[in-house]
């Protein structure tokens, strides 16, 4: 992989300065609103499972597989949910043997260029069963300079999933506010 696509390690302190941040932030819209819309006899995937904030929820009702790209969380999830699965991941190549129902991310798929999202929607696709679903939860971006609040990996708008959407249906696109009013939004694709 080159420089140019050579996904960010995050460091143990990192993973540990992110865990404090998570234990005062409540908002489970984006878990709550995908036990709502999926049936719990589907088999997941989640990409970024982080520090497995969403996984313990998720991991409750579903067969879920976890998975992140940075060595740091991935042994912080090992350590924490001892004999469960979770794989190194990268989001743009999808590297899998498993296939999936579901795969789901909260917050994960704006570090992707609009190039590499492209990218990682054809891996995605390949790697889900017939009918299967993406579920992806993503900052939008302001439209007048393509980035939330300055952040410079962060540039989705809903209609750009549009675009770069490849094979997949738009089952729906919902807006919602994670910090201030539509700051965020989940799109459900379908296969």
Not at 91 to 111: C, F, G, P, R, W
């Amino acid at each position: 992989m080159s420089k140019k696509q050579e996904f960010k390690q995050y460091s143990w302190l990192t993973t540990k300065i992110y865990s404090i941040m998570l234990l005062f932030f409540k908002n489970t819209f984006v878990v709550d609103t995908f036990i709502e819309k999926v049936d719990q006899s589907k088999e997941v995937l989640e990409i970024g499972s982080g520090t497995g904030k969403d996984y313990e929820t998720l991991s409750k009702h579903y067969n879920i597989t976890g998975s992140d790209y940075s060595d740091a969380f991935l042994k912080t999830l090992r350590k924490k949910f001892k004999g469960q699965q979770f794989y190194k991941i990268n989001a743009l190549t999808m590297e899998s043997e498993k296939h999936y129902d579901v795969i789901y991310s909260n917050k994960v798929l704006q570090h992707l260029t609009p190039e590499q999202l492209e990218k990682s929607l054809i891996a995605q696709y390949e790697i889900l069963n017939k009918d299967g679903l993406l579920f992806h939860a993503i900052w939008k971006g302001n439209p007048n300079e393509g980035k939330y609040e300055g952040l410079p990996d962060v540039q989705y708008q809903p209609e750009d999933i549009d675009k770069i959407k490849g094979r997949f249906v738009i089952e729906e696109c919902i807006e919602y506010k994670e910090m201030n009013d539509n700051d965020s939004f989940i799109v459900i694709l379908r296969k």
